[in-house]
């Protein structure tokens, strides 16, 4: 599952978006090169520590 909104997705109406992605054994072709920004991953570890 992907959560993509606001400009940084591209949207001119703003909305909450997820994208629903199907794994199949064997299927190479989805790669997720993403790899967060530091203050990203401060910011979730802030949220964590809310959280818990």
């Keep these: ?3 993509s909104n606001g400009a940084a997705a591209g ?3 703003h909305h909450l ?3 629903m ?3 199949f054994s064997g ?3 989805l790669t997720t ?3 967060p920004a530091q ?3 401060q910011t ?3 949220t964590h520590a809310l959280l818990i």
């Design 39 to 41: 203050d990203a991953i």
């Design 11 to 13: 949207q001119s109406v």
């Design 27 to 29: 299927d190479a072709r």
């Design 1 to 3: 599952m992907f959560q």
């Design 21 to 23: 992605v199907p794994r």
């Design 33 to 35: 090169n993403w790899t």
């Design 17 to 19: 978006h997820f994208h």
């Design 44 to 46: 979730l570890d802030r």
